[in-house]
């Protein structure tokens, strides 16, 4: 994704990846909210790729998951697309976007010592 990017046409970031990446590597920006919220989109909009069981494997391991079978009041094992968003966000994107650079990510990063 390259629509909507915020970190200029100077900045050598090529994608909103790249973009991401150097946020939760370093500061997020003003628009961090804006950022989480398409991914969460982007994850979403994966879901109905994935089959049922699967979802509800990923669903029983967040928190209302972990409740829900705590509690377990039914045989049925629910699956909320957005609690797996959040779950797959947090446990995995953020991880990944903390272990990910490539040379654009470093020249920006190095670039925002000097300025600071």
């Known amino acids: 994704m390259t629509e909507g990017m915020q970190s200029g046409n ?11 990446c150097v946020q939760v590597q370093g500061q997020e920006s003003m628009m961090w909210e804006a950022y989480l919220d398409t991914m969460r989109s982007v994850i979403v909009r994966a879901l109905p790729q994935v089959d049922l069981e699967a979802k509800q494997a990923i669903w029983l391991q967040t928190s209302n998951g972990l409740d829900w079978e705590a509690n377990e009041e039914s045989e049925d094992t629910p699956a909320d697309d957005d609690d797996i968003a959040e779950y797959i966000l947090n446990e995995y994107v953020r991880s990944a976007a903390a272990d990910w650079t490539n040379s654009r990510i470093e020249k920006y990063k190095a670039n925002s010592l000097e300025i600071d």
């Open 10 to 20: 100077d900045s050598r970031l090529k994608n909103i990846w790249d973009e991401v």
